[in-house]
Structures are given as C-alpha cells and as structure tokens.
C-alpha cells in the first residue's frame, strides 16, 4: 500500500467532454479513501502559477453532465522544457503534494512520464481527448460526443443538401486522428471520406458523385478528415471545382464539435477511469494510465500510451465504400 495522503488533478490540452464526470470521480474516490484532493486550474500553465485549490465532495455537484472543464484547461510549452518541469517539480514537493492524475492526449501524457522519470513523482494518466489517439488505448474521453455533434450536424446539413441537390464537404476536427471522419462517414451515409494521411484520389470522388447522381441520389456528403492545418476542404472544392467542374459546399464544424453534454457513454467511462487511476496511486502505482480495452477499464503503464495512434479498421473503409453505392 502507498503512503500518499495527498493527490491533484489536472486537464491538459484540448478540453473533451466527460472530463468532468472523470474529475469528480477522481475526487469522490480520492475523499471516499480518506484523501485529499486538489484541483489545478488551466492544466500546466496553472501548476506553473501555483493555482491549485483543495476540492470537496461539493466542489464537484453537478457538472458530470456538462461538457468543458471546471479545472479548464490549457496547451503549455513551458512545461515541455526541463526547466519548467523542475520548477513544476518544486512547486508539488513544496504544497506537499504527493501524486499527480492529469487528464488529456498524448503530449500531457508524454509531460507526465517526463516529471515522473525525472523527480519522481508518481502521476497517472487519463486520455481525454475527442481525437481518440492515444496509443494503448481503444477510447479517449470525449469522442463518442464529438462524434454524435458531428453526426447531429451531418443530418441537418443532408437536409438542406437534398433540398438544394448540392454536394457538400463536411470537415471534421482529429487532426491526424481518422477516428472522428470514419466513424462519422459511417453512421452518416457519407458518399466519400477524405482521410487525413491517404493521397486525395480527386478522380474518383467526381466519379462517385457523378455516379450517384446518375443513380438518382439528390445530394453528396464527404467527410474531410481536417490533417495538421484546419481548411483542407477549402482546396478540395477548388480541385473539384477547377478539375471536374463540381461545385461544393464548405462546412467546418469545427469547435462545436468539443463542446455540448457528454454522452453516456463518455460519462460511463470517464467515471470508471477517474475511479480507477485513483484505485491505482492507492496501490502504489507511480506511472501507469488508465486505458479501455476489450470493452474494459483497466490499468496500463504509462509508458505504452505515449505514442499518437493514426491507424484505421480498413474494414471500415470498406464498409463506408459497399454502402455508399
Ligand atoms: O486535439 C483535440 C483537437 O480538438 C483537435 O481535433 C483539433 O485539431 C485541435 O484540438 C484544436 O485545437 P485548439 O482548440 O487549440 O485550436
């Protein structure tokens, strides 16, 4: 059994919701052990300021069912340097905090390993991020409400595209990640989608859409999965345009997408991942992540969840091409 009597939390780069469904379990497991629990606001750049604040069993009522963060959040560059991690370092040693759990992707969780590996500090992690990109794990927090807020749009932007008999290029948030474009395409009826690593093939969507056309469809949705730069749709249309002449429509869903109640599903999860990493520091873990896996919880070193992960079920490809006919 560990020795930590006291623990903190924190959310690191791009919010997702259901992070607080896993900040309240975190502190409601915490206090239940006979913890105490801090919160630190505006992820690194907040721990760098020392705005840290003992959490209660109250301070966590009622936001489970709201998306962002109570702790908000942040992207910092200071904390990717040694120096701002050592000062980090310093700044729980002196509030005499004893572990970190830090909510977030891949680069929170790569400054995490960082602090443990160079002062010691045990941390866990909880991937929260709507990409759903982390490898090691089979699910991120936020991603199945990013996805049902792009689905929800899709829907509404096929009825004015059926009205008009347009074609309209949808582009949804990820980054590198396909995860939210395939699973959108999919559950979307999307004629095409354009994934963000794969060589734009602009012969075969004019032809899709002219076969569809041909066919009797009155509108063509493609899902553009946005790569490192928002605004790939924009050179898509004007290919499309310039090559084939096809007019299409823009829509970047962009940041509505983070936002809005989580799903149940991402309150479930969240819930049990909150759960479990404090369950882990208990037993003494130092640095380990809370991961999904075969439809479970469970724990992970942190070491196996450091990497982006980009892959795809081609089997999903296929079946977005089989029914897109
Ligand atoms: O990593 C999550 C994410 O929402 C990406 O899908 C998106 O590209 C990026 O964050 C946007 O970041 P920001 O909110 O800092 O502009």
Excluded: W
Excluded at 113 to 130: S, Y
Excluded at 157 to 178: C, L, Q, W, Y
């Amino acid at each position: 059994m560990s020795e930590i009597q006291k623990i903190a939390v924190l959310c690191s780069g791009g919010d997702s919701p259901g992070m607080n469904c896993a900040i309240r379990a975190v502190v409601r497991t915490g206090i239940g052990a006979g913890l105490e629990v801090y919160g630190i606001q505006k992820g690194y750049a907040g721990l760098l300021e020392g705005d840290i604040r003992q959490l209660q069993v109250s301070s966590v009522g009622n936001i489970l069912q709201h998306g962002g963060t109570i702790l908000q959040t942040s992207r910092c560059p200071e904390f990717m340097t040694e120096e701002g991690r050592k000062e980090a370092a310093n700044l729980l040693k002196r509030k005499k905090i004893d572990a970190l759990i830090v909510i977030g992707g891949d680069g929170s969780f790569n400054g995490a390993m960082k602090l443990f590996l160079e002062h010691q500090i045990p941390v866990i992690g909880i991937p929260g991020t709507i990409d759903n990109d982390i490898d090691g794990t089979d699910y991120t927090i936020g991603f199945d409400t990013a996805v049902q807020n792009a689905v929800d749009a899709v829907d509404k932007i096929r009825d004015t595209a059926n009205s008009h008999a347009r074609t309209f290029i949808v582009e949804v948030m990820g980054r590198k990640s396909p995860a939210i474009a395939l699973k959108v395409g999919i559950c979307t009826g999307a004629e095409n989608v354009i994934m963000p690593t794969a060589t734009i093939d602009y012969s075969k969507i004019a032809a899709d859409i002219d076969r569809g056309i041909k066919r009797g469809k009155t509108s063509s949705i493609l899902i553009a999965a946005e790569g490192e730069v928002e605004g790939l749709s924009h050179t898509i249309q004007k290919e499309l345009k310039e090559k084939f002449n096809h007019q299409a429509h823009v829509c970047i869903l962009g940041h509505i997408q983070r936002g809005g109640n989580p799903t149940p599903t991402d309150r479930l999860i969240a819930s049990q991942m909150g759960h479990e990493a404090v369950r882990a520091l208990l037993k003494g873990d130092t640095a380990s992540a809370t991961v999904f896996k075969s439809g479970k919880v469970m724990i992970a070193p942190l070491k196996d969840c450091l990497r982006k992960k980009n892959e795809f079920d081609i089997s999903d490809v296929e079946l977005l091409r089989t029914l897109s006919i």
